[in-house]
């Protein structure tokens, strides 16, 4: 009787607890995904105080290289050793370095504290969403999508906006500082409201494993960062590249299946959800982060918007992306079926891309506004079931490592499609600058593809009308990869099984006490 009226107690509890954490996770998640945002809007100014404009790429890399060669790692930790001590832990890490970057003297340094700042952001997304995933049972997990969804969009939005006012006013310095107060409201709360169970894993960390694994992703990052600006696609120095990452990835592999306890246990990938929700991450990753790279430019350089609110002009797609994820939670959490999701995303974002790539010169603003609302409304349907479903797909036990692997694959995804359709850009350009402009014309973009507005404003009349043919050539280019790539996550989705969502909500079968208990684990939680 005691333990009866605890839980109801308990019960009763739950839900402000449970907004509580909520809030402190995005929170968190803001931080994650608003750094890089509001860091590339201060980059002029850092390197007018710093010096150092050759190793301008690293202040970006060393934070990408890090976070994602940490990721699978912090997944692994949080399930050996505890979710909530290594969620704190990289949020401290993030902290650190946030401060560190704000004290830089000079480039170096800067670049050095940018990548003790990425290991620290490699827990923070994986935590946010391995959390949820302990505290909220699948089938009720869908009601979170749209706040989820809503916290990208916002800093998607607000990141180029935040990043510029904070530089005018404050100083470039203030662009890391930003993150201590956020951060630190969001471990109070965690330490105050969040009670998960402690672990002791009586397994060693796989050291070797996570050292392949970081070399592997090392690698590719360097191979997708480099190839094609740095470096020529076939030089010496990025088929080394390939080759050490290959070797890499092949003895990672080799080694997950006879370590004790593997950074990425390779059983999770028997099964079938899981594997084919990493591939739709993956590509979602890489039409999604393509697409908010040359959207802005297409619609600065050849529909002459203002570059001052530039994430402003992504606001049909981001907005139609959080309207669906939004819609997709909650038919999920009311009736437990998801598969129309990665279908009839996968369908939108083929056709959005498409249409994407129809733009040309004459393409009005609202045009070009729908066709990249039709993109939003695929990704809405895709970003936040790709999780639901993987982490629907492993045991509590591995619910951090399927929680990593699948921001890995995301955010691979997004290195080679922004590699990829960038190079495919860059080339298109390029040709169509000599056929257009001339011998001008090839020496204006021998140097980059992408002129910025006082660029193009000082461009003789008829180049300046080469160069928006060529930015139309360009992304009809890279949208057209876009969409043969979004492709395989239509194929990908169609042979998504629907399994039952776990937990919550009476469903067919299901006893009267199921969801008294469901709702019961969870306040044990809180």
């Not at 301008?56 to 692994?76: Q, R």
């Amino acid at each position: 009787m005691a333990d009866a009226a605890a839980v109801e107690a308990g019960t009763e509890r739950q839900p402000r607890s449970v907004r509580v954490v909520l809030l402190a996770l995005m929170i968190t998640m803001m931080l994650a995904m608003l750094d890089n945002m509001i860091v590339g809007t201060a980059m002029p100014t850092i390197v007018g105080e710093l010096g150092g404009l050759e190793h301008l790429s690293w202040v970006v890399t060393a934070y990408t290289l890090a976070t994602a060669a940490s990721t699978p790692i912090w997944g692994k930790l949080g399930d050996m050793y505890g979710r909530k001590g290594a969620f704190m832990t990289s949020i401290v890490i993030f902290l650190i370095g946030s401060a560190l970057s704000g004290m830089a003297q000079n480039m170096g340094e800067l670049i050095g504290f940018r990548a003790v700042q990425g290991l620290g952001a490699g827990g923070l997304m994986v935590g946010v969403m391995a959390i949820i995933g302990d505290l909220i049972p699948p089938r009720e997990r869908g009601k979170y999508q749209g706040m989820m969804a809503g916290v990208m969009a916002l800093a998607m939005i607000g990141g180029p906006l935040v990043g510029g006012t904070i530089t005018d006013n404050w100083g470039w310095r203030w662009s890391f500082y930003i993150n201590l107060p956020l951060g630190v409201v969001s471990l109070a709360a965690i330490s105050a409201v969040l009670h998960l169970p402690k672990k002791r894993a009586q397994a060693r960390i796989d050291y070797l494993g996570a050292g392949l694994l970081t070399v592997g992703i090392t690698a590719i990052v360097l191979v997708t960062t480099w190839g094609g600006t740095e470096y020529a696609w076939s030089s010496a120095r990025i088929m080394e590249l390939i080759g050490i990452g290959v070797a890499a990835l092949i003895g990672f592999v080799f080694w997950q299946a006879r370590a004790a306890e593997p950074i990425v246990p390779l059983h999770i990938f028997r099964s079938r959800n899981f594997t084919l929700m990493s591939v739709i991450g993956f590509i979602t990753g890489f039409v999604m982060f393509g697409a908010t790279l040359f959207l802005p430019l297409y619609q600065q350089s050849v529909q002459g918007a203002s570059a001052t609110n530039s994430g402003l002009l992504l606001l049909p797609m981001l907005g139609a992306m959080l309207v669906m994820s939004m819609v997709a939670g909650r038919v999920t959490t009311s009736t437990g079926r998801y598969y129309v999701f990665p279908v009839l995303g996968s369908v939108l974002m083929v056709v959005g891309l498409y249409l994407l790539s129809l733009m040309d010169t004459g393409t009005s603003r609202f045009t070009s506004s729908v066709f990249m609302a039709v993109v939003g409304l695929g990704m809405g349907c895709l970003m936040q079931i790709t999780m639901l479903v993987a982490q629907n797909s492993v045991e509590m036990k591995d619910m951090g490592v399927a929680s990593s692997s699948t921001t890995l694959f995301r955010t691979l995804g997004a290195s080679f499609g922004v590699a990829i359709m960038g190079a495919l850009f860059n080339n298109r350009v390029q040709d169509v600058m000599a056929e257009r402009g001339g011998a001008l014309g090839s020496r204006v973009t021998e140097q980059s593809a992408q002129l910025d507005a006082p660029s193009l404003a000082q461009l003789p009349a008829a180049v300046r009308e080469a160069y928006q043919h060529a930015v139309s050539a360009g992304t009809h280019t890279a949208f057209l990869l876009g969409a043969v790539v979004a492709v395989v996550a239509l194929v990908a989705a169609v042979f998504v099984k629907e399994v039952p969502l776990k937990g919550a909500g009476p469903e067919k079968g299901e006893g009267p006490g199921d969801g008294a208990a469901a709702q019961a684990t969870v306040a044990e939680a809180v």
